[in-house]
């Protein structure tokens, strides 16, 4: 399998979690994505019954591959954080869930160095309510041959929404790589051949 059992797990807040699903799901390292609620109190948050919580994007990673520091620097540089008093309350709050103490202390250490935006708050992670399914790899969804062709790939919706090829190809609807570079990283990962062989030949036959 391309992921070792030590992968860590970050969960963001950085507005509407469709554009964040996409951008970190094209970046080598990142194992998956899957975008949520979290950050509040009420119970059984959806879209229209967010109550207190917060548009979350979270995210399991390769720590030797894509450091926490490299996932900040793209937070960062990719959303404006907003003053939740503004605009529609904590949904689109500019958000960091750190999940373990070196988490708290990298974050900690980066926004003192003045990198990070003094209107993103910082809070423990306490637990993730999945988004409905329709919410999750978003911009591929508007691509309904992407989909009838990775349905041969994958047997459920589950499976194929937990894939790193449908993060990268997420990544790709929206514009943030190439489907050359995924080819190029699909050989690098310690799939079985032909497994990779059968990954490239259906995602080369998608029309976008
Ligand atoms: N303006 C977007 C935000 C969606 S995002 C999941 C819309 O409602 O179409 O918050």
């Known amino acids: 399998s391309k992921m070792d059992n030590s992968f860590h797990t970050i969960s963001l807040g950085m507005g509407c979690f469709w554009g964040p699903d996409a951008l970190f799901g094209h970046l080598p390292g990142v194992i998956r994505t899957r975008v949520g609620y979290a950050g509040g109190t009420t119970s059984h948050p959806t879209y229209r019954q967010m109550g207190d919580h917060t548009e979350i994007v979270e995210m ?50 980066v926004t003192e160095e003045g990198k990070g935006e003094t209107l993103t708050s910082i809070a423990p992670y306490s637990g993730f309510h999945l988004a409905e399914d329709k919410h999750q790899k978003y911009h591929l969804k508007r691509y309904p041959d992407a989909l009838e062709k990775l349905g041969m790939l994958y047997s459920s919706h589950d499976d194929l929404v937990n894939a790193t090829l449908v993060a990268r190809l997420n990544g790709l609807a929206k514009g943030y790589t190439s489907l050359e570079r995924i080819i190029n990283e699909i050989e690098q990962w310690s799939t079985h051949s032909n497994h990779q062989q ?8 998608i029309r976008w």
């Open 198 to 205: 059968i990954m490239t030949d259906v995602i080369r036959t």
């Open 60 to 109: 399991d990673f390769e720590p030797d591959k894509i450091s926490l520091e490299d996932i900040l620097n793209v937070f960062w540089n990719h959303h404006n954080p907003v003053n939740i008093n503004d605009y529609k309350g904590r949904q689109y709050m500019s958000l960091l869930l750190y999940h373990d103490e070196e988490q708290r202390s990298i974050i900690q250490r």
